[in-house]
């Protein structure tokens, strides 16, 4: 596609129970990135994906969260057990090589995760 | 740890009028970005800046980069209505740190 796609936009759960977020990047893009945006506040980094492999996942808040890349191009965002504190707008961002000097990093129109 | 920070955080224009945004950062990046997000969209890259002294101008915005003051400017130039978003700037690593952000908003 033209863009980074994510699905779904909108996700409600109820606490406690597990969700999956998708991300399709542009096609080509090497590096893939999560983030994570609070209301009213920019976003916050959770992973980057350099190909199949987490290069950082430093920005992970806890073991509930995890994320794959299988075949370096689809990404899943997990979160088990969710809290209402994990309530935000998923963002997912795809680079063409990761960090080149003039890379720039497209964005997704976001996931909106709402948990009750 | 990087710390980047804008101000203001909310601003208030007349359309017309001219103001700058601006973003301060704690450590040395060789990139910064500027991103506008309209409400309830993602964002839409605006700027990339590279270098010490780097300008960039598109239409009624320009961008300017201080690597030695570690700061970053948006300048709006006669500011119209359609400008109303939030404004971030962003320092790269690996990943992008944000700013939290400039809500503008220009009445007519």
């Known amino acids: 596609g033209a863009g980074v796609s994510q699905t779904p936009s909108n996700k409600v759960t109820e606490k406690g129970k597990y969700v999956e977020l998708r991300c399709d990047p542009i096609?080509?893009?090497?590096?893939l990135y999560w983030y994570r945006q609070s209301l009213g506040q920019g976003p916050e980094f959770l992973i980057y994906?350099?190909?199949?492999?987490?290069?950082?996942d430093s920005g992970l808040p806890n073991d509930r969260f995890f994320a794959v890349r299988p075949e370096g191009s689809v990404s899943t965002l997990k979160i088990q057990r969710t809290e209402r504190g994990d309530s935000a707008v998923y963002l997912c961002?795809?680079?063409?090589?990761?960090?080149?000097?003039?890379?720039?990093?497209?964005f997704g129109p976001g996931t909106r995760l709402t948990v009750l | 740890e990087l710390k980047v920070e804008q101000n203001p955080l909310f601003l208030s224009m007349q359309e017309g009028k001219n103001y700058t945004i601006y973003c301060n950062y704690s450590?040395?990046?060789?990139?910064l970005y500027w991103y506008r997000q309209d409400p309830g969209k993602s964002l839409e890259s605006l700027f990339v800046?590279?270098?010490?002294?780097a300008v960039k101008q598109e239409g009624r915005l320009m961008a300017s980069l201080d690597t030695k003051a570690r700061l970053s400017t948006l300048h709006i130039t006669a500011a119209v209505h359609d400008l109303s978003a939030t404004y971030f700037c962003?320092?790269?690593?690996?990943?992008?740190?944000f700013g939290g952000g400039t809500r503008l908003m220009v009445k007519p």
């Open positions: 450590t040395t990046s060789d990139r």
């Open positions: 961002a795809s680079s063409l090589n990761g960090g080149g000097v003039t890379d720039t990093q497209y």
């Open positions: 994906f350099q190909g199949t492999g987490a290069a950082d």
């Open positions: 800046l590279l270098s010490n002294g």
């Open positions: 096609s080509g893009h090497t590096a």
């Open positions: 962003a320092v790269a690593g690996n990943m992008l740190t």
